[in-house]
């Protein structure tokens, strides 16, 4: 198999595997993410922040930022369609977002071996200015996201 073949079947096992977790991932569904971007080791999921999500200060929920960026997080981490779970994440939050406002979480693998990954996240809203930075350890546990044909 050449390289761009072996590069165009990951491409296609990622957008197979996404694809899968999404249609079982009720939560992110609910809060209205879309998976936008999809390659192994990353993941871009958008999310529009609604006036259900703001919090007593009147900016979103640091809890749904996030939530935001842990399922970039996890689409990114079984993107290579291996069954991995959350080890350890943590979250700064740089910036308010609020009602209406468009959110962007980009996920890239900095790291990865048989068992562990290390990915961070980026947060950004509409005008590409920051709300958090998240860092998420992955443990891979047994069996593929989706079955391969």
Not at 64 to 74: E, G, P, Q
Not at 99 to 111: F, P, V
Not at 139 to 149: A, F, L, M, Y
């Amino acid at each position: 198999m050449s390289d761009s073949q072996a590069s165009a079947a990951a491409e296609r096992r990622a957008q197979r595997a996404a694809a899968a977790l999404f249609e079982r991932d009720r939560a992110s569904q609910a809060l209205g993410m879309r998976l936008t971007d999809i390659a192994p080791g990353r993941a871009r999921v958008s999310m529009t922040v609604r006036p259900d999500m703001l919090n007593g200060h009147g900016s979103c929920h640091g809890g749904l930022v996030f939530a935001l960026a842990d399922s970039a997080f996890a689409f990114a981490c079984n993107s290579h369609n291996e069954a991995t779970v959350a080890a350890a994440a943590a979250i700064d939050f740089l910036a308010a977002a609020g009602s209406g406002d468009q959110l962007t979480a980009e996920a890239r693998e900095l790291w990865r071996s048989r068992r562990n990954g290390i990915y961070e996240i980026t947060v950004t809203n509409q005008r590409g200015e920051r709300i958090a930075f998240f860092r998420g350890r992955s443990h891979r546990v047994e069996g593929p996201v989706v079955n391969e044909e």
